[in-house]
């Protein structure tokens, strides 16, 4: 095939038809621009280098609706009991963090004796549940028995001190390997701390293992297997953030970090029934992270309740002068909400009408909130998305060429190695052309949230998932019914205004204070 047939063919296959003449003119253009592939190609960059772009969730004439309390509360956590008819082994499997902090700073246990107690569960569960990659025993250890002595002098780092906790494989962490879930990288080893890990260790908190993660950040399938949902061991827990949710979920940690681009903290969390935030995106530095998509990657804490996560967030929250993503934001907790000062917005649809649905939203009209159906505006959402493929497959570009990504073990049409290949064929133009429409979306949402403060939603209905993983906009999901045999109980997510991660919690946690669908065990 000649020159001319090649450029009409290439053409053809991104839904173009040009002409001879057009294709005669573009001929010199199109060698010179293949000169600067090469000699792009020719400067290789770390997965960590950002593009000379940013995103930002905020527009000109935009402002934060986020609402900014002036008190605290750190102490005052859920104080759920928790029992079981394994008595107190279990108590303190799944104790909320309070709970633990409290037994800790009387000296009923130490932050040894807590680090072993899970150390020793972790290694029990992951022989059927496959949720670690890799264990931080020494420093976990030598940080216990460091916090031990702080407590013993009097010092008390906050509500974090001596809680044991995981962190999904795509985060940095000294004196472990971060494989990213895929073979290529199951030896590498970046010797530094993530800025979420620096930030969780200076707040307390004692970092156990390495969860698992789908390679490179997709579904719950790794180099070392499948990771298994605890309610159901013959079935995957979803992905990405795959092994912090199912060791969370299975008691085998307090709680975990997970990250998401478009499902990867809400979907493993929805699979294992767990109680989940998804933050405001550039509410956390990503620092030390894996990159898959620039303008869509957010880390968030993976937990048992909202009264948890909104514990751990407060750790980890903020810039660090290095992801230019990254803003400082307050956030704080209310002791107690006004829940009459809140509106409650619910997308319509068949889950309201009967069961857990109509039960839900008459739990929370109880509760003293303004609760009245929205509708949301509309968008091709599947057209738009393709900026993670994009950016996915530029992330990852030298592990394309190489070939390697032949290791990876999913080599299925939806699985990374394929989508990075095509994503080579999406045109400049048509990544602009979806990033403009981002726009309008970003644009549409928040003005939508002007008529109401925490938007009710089941997870993956009309398209609020993949619309708020576009605009930025923080989410939590959580248990709301009872679980059926093999299955968690069914969950439903909590999306507030850009920044404004304390209402959505602040409304869970007063949900959670006065019902119990989010303390069901898996057996």
């Not at 972790?122 to 702080?150: G, I, M, T």
């Not at 969860?211 to 979803?238: C, E, I, R």
């Not at 739990?363 to 091709?380: H, N, T, W, Y």
């Amino acid at each position: 095939m000649d020159e001319a047939s090649r450029i009409r063919a290439a053409a053809q296959v991104i839904g173009l038809d040009f002409d001879e003449r057009e294709v005669e003119l573009m001929i010199p253009t199109l060698r010179t621009t293949l000169r600067s592939f090469e000699a792009l190609r020719g400067r290789p960059l770390a997965n960590e280098v950002h593009p000379a772009f940013h995103f930002t969730p905020y527009l000109p004439g935009m402002k934060s609706r986020a609402v900014v309390y002036t008190a605290t509360d750190t102490e005052r956590a859920s104080r759920t009991a928790v029992s079981d008819d394994n008595g107190a082994t279990l108590q303190i499997d799944y104790a909320d963090i309070a709970t633990l902090g409290r037994l800790l700073r009387a000296r009923k246990l130490s932050c040894l004796e807590l680090t072993e107690h899970f150390l020793a569960r972790l290694r029990a569960l992951d022989k059927d549940l496959a949720f670690v990659v890799s264990y931080c025993e020494e420093r976990a250890r030598s940080r216990a028995k460091l916090l031990d002595e702080e407590l013993q002098a009097g010092k008390l780092r906050g509500p974090l001190h001596g809680i044991p906790y995981g962190a999904k494989d795509l985060l940095a962490a000294r004196g472990a390997p971060t494989t990213w879930g895929a073979k290529p990288f199951a030896q590498q080893v970046i010797d530094r701390d993530a800025h979420v890990v620096q930030k969780l260790e200076e707040a307390g908190a004692v970092l156990l293992c390495k969860t698992t993660l789908g390679a490179l950040a997709m579904g719950d399938v790794w180099f070392g297997g499948t990771t298994k949902n605890p309610w159901n061991k013959a079935q995957g827990s979803s992905g990405s953030s795959a092994g912090s949710a199912s060791a969370v979920a299975a008691g085998a940690l307090p709680f975990a970090i997970g990250s998401e681009t478009l499902g990867s903290i809400v979907s493993p969390s929805v699979r294992c029934g767990c109680s989940s935030l998804r933050p405001t995106f550039g509410r956390v530095a990503r620092s030390g992270a894996m990159t898959l998509c620039w303008t869509m990657d957010k880390l968030g804490p993976i937990a048992r309740s909202a009264a948890d996560a909104a514990l751990v967030f407060a750790a980890m929250h903020g810039s660090d002068g290095v992801d230019p993503t990254a803003r400082d934001v307050p956030f704080v907790m209310p002791d107690r909400v006004d829940a009459t000062a809140i509106r409650v917005g619910y997308l319509g649809g068949s889950w309201t009408k009967e069961g857990d649905g109509e039960r839900l939203l008459d739990e929370l009209r109880k509760l003293g909130f303004d609760v009245f159906e929205v509708a949301l505006p509309s968008f091709p959402l599947e057209p738009m998305l393709l900026s993670i493929r994009v950016e996915g497959a530029a992330a990852f570009d030298e592990l394309t060429r190489s070939g390697r990504d032949d290791e990876l073990v999913r080599q299925t049409r939806d699985a990374w190695p394929n989508l990075f290949r095509a994503a080579r064929l999406v045109p400049a133009v048509e990544y602009l052309q979806a990033n403009r429409l981002r726009t309008e979306l970003m644009r549409a949402y928040d003005e939508a949230f002007c008529a109401f403060d925490v938007l009710v939603h089941p997870p993956f209905a009309g398209g609020v998932l993949g619309a708020t993983n576009l605009s930025g906009h923080p989410t939590f999901v959580a248990p709301h019914g009872p679980a059926a045999p093999l299955k968690a109980p069914p969950s439903i997510c909590f999306t507030g205004p850009l920044d404004d991660e304390a209402r959505p919690l602040a409304v869970v946690r007063a949900w959670q204070q006065s019902t119990k669908w989010h303390a069901q065990r898996p057996k």
